[in-house]
């Protein structure tokens, strides 16, 4: 495979990686990953042929997609851990019984 034809493929990777997690679809993600990887390593193996523009131009392609990408791990990552926080009770502020079992003007007295 050549430059050209691995960097097509790892395009094509990305684009279904990124529908496979907007999807949540496990298996289809595991299976782009995977292609993804197959791309990267054909790359890499012809790494010394230089680039010219349209290989250029594939190239910030896949770096974009690969960017998206990285941006919805993120944010799925982010929504994993508040909800964990949730319902571990981790995002509740600290229960103090001394203020919250006291009158008001009490709490404020126990201030000054």
């Known amino acids: 495979m050549n430059r050209r034809d691995a960097l097509i493929q790892i395009i ?5 990686e990124i529908a496979a997690l907007q ?3 496990v298996t289809a993600l595991e299976t782009a990953t995977a ?3 197959q791309g990267i390593e054909a790359v ?3 790494d010394d ?6 290989l250029e ?3 910030r392609e896949a770096q974009r997609l690969n960017e998206t990408a990285r941006i919805y ?8 851990r508040r909800r964990i926080d949730q319902l571990t009770g981790g995002g509740l502020p600290a229960y103090r019984p001394g203020i919250a079992g006291t009158p008001q003007r009490m709490a404020a007295a126990a201030y000054r």
């Open 12 to 16: 094509d990777s990305l684009h279904a």
């Open 23 to 25: 999807a949540n679809d």
């Open 35 to 37: 292609m993804k990887l």
């Open 44 to 46: 890499a193996a012809n």
């Open 49 to 54: 042929v230089p680039l010219d523009a349209e």
């Open 57 to 59: 131009t594939l190239a």
């Open 73 to 80: 791990v993120n944010l799925m990552t982010a929504n994993v």
